[in-house]
């Protein structure tokens, strides 16, 4: 039988002489040509980062209350929305009845908002715009609000208050101008984790039979950033300083406070927590969540500063002294911070000088592994009636510092 021939050459080679191949390009948008390499540089416009952001349950949550359950205070309003990610914040002010959104970022993530602004048709409200705060210009003289998740971990380290207290300063209207959240309370505790610092910390004195000390050292003087269980908080929180961003100015970044730990149980002092409650105090509905251990997890976890030795304690006695955070550059950069303590013991006479330590905050980010289990206790969030019953804790643990304070 012989070869069966094709009935048209031209459908698969192609005429030579009638038409030729064409192929039409997209041009690639600028978050489309990143590589590896700029994704660390920029890893909030990285998918992973995306969804880890947008599954904290606990601060998207308290963001939609504090939002829409103050249409009033939105209704017709100008909204700044800074590093606005995604631009769930800005959907949120838009849906509440926003007159006008400027959402903004300098991250590449912004390609992706433009996009879901558009495809929840809210393109002729929200703008987005990239671009640093300091060196963007606004197409308007004052905004009514601004939105903005502006905490960092263990409340100061990586985090853009900088960026609302230049907004504020610049465009906020200076007699009815609202920020969401505005303040924030750093709180310190006693921490007993034998177990993770040895994992982390004393591992490097032995290493497959060498001596590391010398990077045990470096080990031990950053902190880590870490989901911390209630059975392993020594002594009570102690409220270190209250930020308030309505009147803070860049000399409230740097924080000095006296602190007083008492113990609730006796066991082995093997380093500090520290967690922060957030307040919208201008929502009508009082809103307010915590990164406390005692609380559902969130992408800030808890941050632990470990120190060089363990300290035994006894229930009921009190370690007290100061601790400080700053920038040691000489300008204040929230991404280079380093924490100093100095924790004393004993009446007045018989004081005992129990450690002194500094740490430095400068790792990149959290590793993703950690965060990942973030999401997965995020997504255990507790049902409606469980969550507004934590809600009203917080809200009114706010209202009792507000008394203490007054």
């Known amino acids: ?9 031209d459908s698969i080679n ?18 489309e040509k990143m590589t590896s390499c ?12 995306m969804a880890q952001s947008a599954k904290d349950m606990v601060r998207i949550r308290s963001f939609k209350s504090a939002i829409l359950h103050n249409k009033h205070l939105f209704r017709g309003r100008i909204v700044l929305n800074l590093n606005c990610g995604i631009g769930i914040f800005a959907l949120f002010a838009a849906k509440a009845g926003a007159a006008k959104v400027f959402a903004v970022d300098n991250s590449n993530v912004i390609h992706y908002a433009k996009q879901i602004v558009e495809n929840n048709n809210y393109h002729n409200i929200i703008q987005v715009i990239k671009g640093k705060i300091t060196e963007t210009e606004l197409p308007v003289d004052e905004v009514d609000i601004i939105v903005c998740d502006w905490m960092g971990y263990a409340l100061l380290y990586q985090s853009t208050c900088g960026d609302v207290l230049h907004a504020r300063d610049k465009w906020l209207k200076k007699s009815s101008g609202l920020i969401f959240p505005d303040k924030a309370r750093l709180f310190v505790a006693a921490l007993e984790d034998e177990k993770h610092k040895n994992e982390n910390i004393e591992w490097w004195n032995d290493v497959y039979g060498f001596k590391m000390n010398c990077l045990r050292e470096v080990a031990v003087k ?11 908080v020594l002594s009570k929180q102690f409220p270190l300083q209250m930020l308030d961003l309505n009147k803070a100015t860049s000399v409230d970044l740097r924080i000095r406070s006296k602190y007083m730990l008492i113990m609730q149980r006796s066991g082995r002092m093997d380093g ?17 969540f915590s990164t406390d251990p005692w609380s559902p997890l969130t992408n800030w976890l808890q941050t632990v500063c470990y120190f060089d030795q363990p300290i035994p304690v006894n229930v009921d006695s009190v370690y007290y002294g100061g601790i400080e955070f700053y920038s040691p550059g000489p300008s204040y950069d929230l991404e280079d911070m380093v924490i100093n303590l100095e924790m004393l013991k004993g009446e007045p006479g018989q004081i005992e000088l129990e450690a002194e330590m500094n740490w430095r905050m400068r790792s990149s980010r959290v590793p993703r ?8 206790h995020s997504n255990d969030e507790p049902n409606k009636f469980q969550r507004q019953k934590r809600e009203k804790r917080h809200a009114n643990r706010f209202q009792k510092s507000k008394q203490i304070e007054n």
């Open 222 to 232: 950053e902190p880590r950033y870490q989901s911390v269980k209630i059975q392993q």
């Open 38 to 49: 700029d994704f660390q540089r920029d890893d909030r416009a990285h998918i992973e980062m």
């Open 272 to 288: 500090i927590v520290l967690f922060f409650h957030v307040y919208f105090s201008k929502s009508h509905t009082p809103v307010a």
């Open 14 to 31: 192609g005429s030579s002489q009638d038409k030729k191949a064409t192929t039409v390009t997209t041009p690639l948008t600028t978050v």
């Open 1 to 9: 039988m012989g070869r069966r021939k094709p009935k048209n050459k």
């Open 369 to 376: 592994s950690i965060l990942a289990k973030t999401v997965a």
